[in-house]
């Protein structure tokens, strides 16, 4: 990137202005990435059909996934 983070003579935000750039992305930082287990998990808890647990209702409980 060429912001220059201790540039005294132009602020962050007239650098990032003249590039055209958000300045809240000059403070990003990317997430882990997640993993397969966990976005089959989350699959599995979607697809999974949405109960509501009103008065007398049967509740079903799922073990195991």
Do not use: F, W
């Not at 300045?23 to 999974?48: A, C, F, G, P, W």
């Amino acid at each position: 990137m060429m912001i220059e983070m201790k540039n005294p003579n132009i602020s962050i935000s007239r650098q990032c202005e003249l590039l055209a750039l958000n300045r809240s992305s000059l403070y990003y930082k990317r997430k882990e990435k997640i993993s397969s287990y966990d976005l089959h998990l989350m699959r599995l808890i979607n697809e999974r059909p949405h109960q509501s647990l009103g008065y007398n209702t049967p509740c079903e409980v799922y073990y195991g996934l």
